[in-house]
């Protein structure tokens, strides 16, 4: 066990799968001689050369782009998008190229890619550098979309992004890339729980509070906030926003009877509603209330001294709670 | 300096057995293409598609200057280039018509032919989007010193949108063994291709952006697009970077299979089909000693894998339903998400 943080943990697991496997390179903006503008790629560049840990021009579509002719050609390439809001000049190419290639080859190429995002608010630097836009990849059949939230899975889960056949879209909180946390690195890749698992992060029986990425910190606070006042909520770190496991949070929901679903991103036709269209269905005779949901507000993303008002807090979370509680 | 090679011919003696075979290719592209237009007048054909009438000794003269482990990227105007690369007539024939034994299953359709086998790397229907795609390859292959080069053919049309410029970029910086291939056929689909472009020439006058040298060639002329091609394929080989090349050509018909193409001037579309690239290779051969009896046997070899290759599609069954949901993801379903 090592303490790391989490831009450190996804730096080694980097380093480890580059190592395991040659044919693994890391492209972006700024990643090599720089290390990426928060310091994730440091140091990749100077030990593994700068025909693997490259920089690239400024142009989205371009490295999304050249990563999947690589990809086609056998190797595994690892993108960073420098800020969430920038990865919609690469959203054709991801959408219509990356994760079409595999049907359209009928299963013969595989397109092992990886597009690392930092997402989400917190650093006081307004639209294209706080957005969440996972629900846009999480719509589209083909990729894989996965949030780490602590530096364990930033270790393991990106590690396992790079193995995994499957184009996968990577997201990071990058408000929390220097929160240090427990790191084993000491099992192989095929001991540690598979990325497409959720996990209940804390156990409770009157309520489930479902999440993922940078909004987990949150909900455990909210769920110690709770039971201050007597109230036992579970809380689901999601990890996999596609696939979805549904079984998880079927489990927990069938016990605890109410659900509550935050994240970051406006909730108009966001994740949250894909879940509670889901778990109504599943789990419609067990609910004791009616799935509620906390997001971000459907405008975009404000200025540092209004983004407070923006990201769901721990007080509209425990809200949401008391009113799911309140049925 | 520049090597602009506008309305050139091949210098020295050609090869006569590649003569033929560029005469072999161009029909067999040629008649293909026709019967695809007949089978969509007989509504055999579901949906759009775009055929490389016209503009065959393009197909025909870059795909026999490659090598067979080189790699194609194509645009939905991709019959051709798939047929080109090795191909077998039926399957893409039958991919058309949406059928079980199409190259593509019945799942991919006109815009998308794509053969991994025959080093086919697809045919995308994003403007622009797979030029970076062919750099991506062409890098592959400068990783593993392979020699082998990438060929991405696309339109005027894409030399206005950013992935050009972003690919060409890229592929200068890093030296990449990639022939970026322009069909300017004159029209981006509807609109004539100067009249939106800053440049009287869409992709030779961009060329020295990237540091490249402008290379036009009449795309009409199969022993000049052969050698042109092969010049540039050199070059990647050598370890010398990118060439872009402007073949310039003509399409006999509209954009798609709704467009008559009646927006083009009738002068013009006259004066372009007695350029025609098919009947003035035949003129050449014949003028040069070639006999008739020779060509008239090619021709005939052709119409009859054509006759054979419509029979085959036209009698398997349409894909099952269940086809849809296979090859999505690795798992080769995607089951777990419905």
Redesign the interface.
């Known amino acids: 066990m090592t303490q790391l943080a989490l831009a450190r943990a996804l730096n080694a697991g980097m380093r480890r799968a580059m190592e395991a496997d040659p044919k693994v390179l890391l492209m972006g903006e700024d990643i090599g001689r720089l290390g990426g503008v928060f310091r994730v790629t440091d140091g990749l560049q100077k030990d593994f050369g700068e025909d693997r840990v490259i920089d690239t021009p400024l142009a989205e579509s371009g490295i999304v782009g050249t990563a999947i002719g690589l990809a086609l050609r056998g190797y595994r390439p690892v993108c960073e998008i420098q800020f969430d809001g920038f990865v919609f000049p690469a959203f054709d190419q991801i959408v219509s190229q990356l994760a079409k290639m595999r049907l359209r080859s009928l299963g013969k190429v595989a397109l092992p890619v990886v597009v690392r995002i930092p997402c989400g608010g917190g650093i006081g630097a307004v639209e294209h550098h706080s957005e969440s836009p996972e629900s846009y990849f999480a719509h589209t059949p083909g990729l894989r979309v996965v949030a780490c939230a602590n530096p364990s899975d930033g270790y393991w889960m990106l590690q396992q992004a790079i193995a995994c056949d499957d184009p996968v879209i990577f997201f990071e909180p990058k408000r929390q890339y220097w929160d240090k946390g427990e790191v084993d690195t000491a099992p192989g890749l095929s001991e540690v729980e598979p990325m497409s698992a959720a996990r209940v992060v804390r156990e409770g029986t009157d309520l489930t509070l479902v999440t993922y990425g940078p909004m987990v910190k949150n909900a455990l606070a909210a769920a110690v906030a709770a039971e201050e006042d007597g109230r036992s909520i579970e809380v689901i770190d999601l990890r996999s926003l596609s696939p979805l496991d549904t079984e998880a949070l079927t489990d927990s929901v069938r016990r605890t009877g109410r659900l509550v679903v935050a994240h970051e991103a406006p909730v108009f036709g966001a994740l949250s509603a894909e879940i509670a269209a889901r778990i109504t269905e599943a789990c419609f005779y067990h609910l004791e209330a009616p799935v509620l949901r906390v997001g971000g507000f459907s405008a975009p993303y404000p200025p540092s001294r209004l983004e407070d008002h923006f990201l769901p807090d721990l007080d509209r979370i425990l809200d949401a709670v008391d009113r799911a509680l309140a049925y | 300096m520049t090597t602009e090679r506008t309305e050139t011919r091949a210098s020295g003696p050609a090869d006569p057995a590649r003569r033929l075979d560029l005469y072999r290719l161009q029909v067999e592209l040629r008649r293909f293409e026709k019967r695809a237009y007949d089978l969509f007048m007989r509504n055999l054909v579901k949906g759009t598609s775009h055929l490389s009438l016209g503009q065959e000794a393009i197909a025909a003269g870059v795909a026999l200057a490659m090598r067979p482990d080189d790699?194609t990227f194509a645009t939905y105007r991709g019959h051709a280039h798939t047929l080109a690369r090795g191909a077998p007539m039926t399957p893409v024939l039958a991919e058309l018509l949406g059928r079980e034994n199409g190259l593509?299953?019945g799942?991919?359709g006109s815009m998308?032919l794509?053969s991994?086998?025959h080093n086919m790397?697809?045919s995308?229907a994003?403007v622009g989007?797979?030029?970076?795609?062919?750099?991506?390859?062409?890098?592959?292959?400068q990783?593993r010193e392979s020699g082998q080069v990438?060929v991405c053919f696309f339109g005027d049309g894409a030399t206005n949108i950013?992935?050009f410029h972003?690919?060409l970029?890229?592929a200068a910086?890093w030296s990449l063994p990639v022939v970026f291939v322009c069909e300017n056929n004159l029209y981006m689909e509807y609109t004539p291709i100067g009249s939106v472009t800053a440049v009287p020439r869409p992709a030779a006058d961009r060329a020295a952006a990237y540091g490249l040298e402008p290379v036009v060639v009449d795309g009409n002329d199969a022993d000049a697009v052969y050698d042109v091609a092969s010049a540039a394929l050199d070059r990647a080989r050598r370890g010398d970077g990118p060439s872009l090349v402007e073949a310039v050509t003509y399409r006999h018909g509209g954009h798609s299979r709704a467009d008559p193409g009646t927006y083009r001037p009738d002068e013009e579309v006259e004066a372009w089909l007695a350029r025609d690239p098919v009947t003035a290779y035949r003129s050449r051969l014949l003028g040069e000693g070639v006999e008739e009896a020779e060509l008239l046997a090619v021709e005939s070899g052709v119409d009859a894998a054509v006759d054979r290759a419509t029979e085959e599609a036209i009698e398997a069954p349409p894909p099952s339903a269940e086809a849809i949901l296979?090859?999505?993801?690795?798992d080769?379903g995607?089951s777990?998400?419905n």
Do not use: Q
């Open positions: 790699w593509l299953g799942k991919g998308h794509t991994a086998e790397m697809g995308y994003i989007a797979h030029l970076t795609l062919a750099a991506g390859a062409a890098w592959s292959a990783y990438a950013g992935a972003e690919a970029n890229l910086v296979t090859d999505v993801w690795a080769g995607s777990w998400r």
